[in-house]
């Protein structure tokens, strides 16, 4: 045995010692860790919105008090980070705009410059869209007759599903209330008749609509949400792609080990370490051996950048410590299966970066498998990467255990049984 670790020291040190293979195997995946790391951790662009009231009613300031409500939940529900809420309303005629708006000055008083510069401000893609308000909005809601709120979008750009879900859901609100207003005092004209002429009507649809709205603000039925199990990672997409590029850099460098194990047969070095009163058997392992310890340090940096730059790795150190320790088995495994199956390290080269670019993608390493067919899923799992980011994902949003992963450890360590005994018997010595 102590043949085979001398045979492994020297392979890794040879490997950290090489340029090419220090720049593609180790600093290569950690630059990209952290590019993407620092591109996806400086918060979401907000979207501003401008708003332009020119009716200046009690029921227009009603409808914004809606749209700022709906603004506001929907950057609870979207995580807004310290950089800024996700979404912003920015309304001209009022007395105080929020300084991250960037307005140029007061625009209350200036209603004349409201077109130009909500206008500017959709050219220059400073605002998503621009909702406006017409003269004549409450006097037509009194009168029940039918109202449009203008929208005028950017040609460039488009808003979030959530920010327009949000003015859809104040706009069905305010539109809600005003209907059983107006049905309520169509249904006293008919029941009193002259009787309810004599009232103010605007009096009487005031006070209705207020009813209306205490009684909509008391909701006699609430939804609430609950999971089945409570999710330990935040709603970014660094969770999803960090371990993606992890998973995917060691693969690819265990795959390319077969070039090292062919070349190293062509040229005759392997032969020549054969004529050492070593085993042949305990000469191949230590060039395993090497090639996986190497694989376990690429991993290690890889999740060590990953979780500088905010991914949530878990809170269980040694399950995540066993998805490194098998996967990084199970990709040598395949390696190993590849330099039996090739016959020089040209072929060897080619083939590994095709598996790798095709097993990576498949796999789950560059998007969820959630957003793809069931059948792609299913084809998907064909790649280790697949097993490997359900594994990472049990315990990042799930709040997994190590009961929680050990199916997905066991198909890993069945794939890398396979692959070795595969290896092993191919393997030509000569």
């Known amino acids: 045995m102590r043949y085979l670790w001398i045979i492994a020291q020297y392979d890794l040190l040879r490997s950290l010692k090489d340029r090419t293979t220090f720049l593609i195997g180790l600093l290569m995946p950690a630059l990209m860790m952290f590019i993407l790391g620092r591109a996806m951790t400086q918060g979401q662009p907000t979207v501003e919105i401008d708003l332009i009231d020119r009716d200046g009613s009690a029921l227009s300031r009603q409808f914004v008090a809606l749209l700022e409500d709906e603004i506001t939940a929907a950057n609870t529900e979207s995580g807004s980070s310290s950089d800024g809420p996700a979404f912003l309303l920015c309304a001209y005629h009022a007395d105080s705009v929020p300084d991250d708006c960037d307005l140029d000055g007061d625009l209350s008083d200036r209603p004349g410059d409201w077109d130009s510069t909500a206008d500017k401000r959709l050219e220059d893609t400073e605002a998503y869209g621009t909702i ?3 003269p004549g909005f409450a006097a037509a809601l009194r009168a029940g007759e039918t109202v449009e709120v203008l929208f005028k979008r950017s040609d460039t750009l488009s808003a979030p599903t959530l920010a327009t879900q949000k003015i859809d859901a104040a706009i069905s609100r305010m539109g809600g209330t005003i209907a059983i207003t107006n049905l309520v005092l169509r249904v006293a004209e008919e029941s009193y008749g002259d009787s309810f002429a004599e009232l ?6 005031d006070d209705v609509l207020a009813g209306v709205e205490s009684a909509w603000t008391d909701r006699p039925v609430e939804v609430r949400a609950e999971s089945t199990k409570g999710s330990s990672a935040s709603l970014n997409g660094f969770n999803q792609s960090g371990p993606g590029i992890a998973v995917m850099f060691v693969l690819m460098f265990m795959l390319n080990a077969a070039t090292v194990l062919v ?11 054969y004529s050492l009163p070593v085993r042949r058997a305990l000469i191949l392992g230590g060039k395993i051996l090497g090639q996986y310890l190497y694989g376990l340090l690429i991993f290690v940096v890889l999740i060590v950048v990953g979780a500088l ?8 150190i040694v399950s995540i410590a066993l998805i490194v320790l098998v996967f990084t088995l199970t ?30 993608p498949i796999g789950g390493a560059w998007w969820p498998l959630e957003i793809v067919p069931d059948f792609m899923k299913m084809i998907g799992h064909i790649s280790p990467i697949a097993w490997a980011m359900d594994a990472f994902q049990e315990l990042m949003w799930y709040n997994g255990t190590l009961t929680d992963i050990l199916p997905m450890l066991g198909v890993l360590l069945g794939m890398a049984a396979v692959f070795f005994a595969f290896g092993v018997w191919r393997f030509k010595y000569e």
């Open 132 to 134: 406006i308000i017409e």
């Open 200 to 205: 103010d009507r605007t009096a009487a649809f």
């Open 263 to 273: 070349y190293e047969r062509e040229t005759g070095t392997l032969q020549r370490l």
């Open 309 to 316: 730059m905010g991914v949530e790795w878990g809170r269980d």
């Open 331 to 360: 990709a040598t495994a395949l390696g190993v299966a590849l330099a039996t199956v090739v016959r020089t390290s040209a072929q060897a080269s080619s083939v590994s970066m095709f598996m790798g670019l095709t097993l990576a």
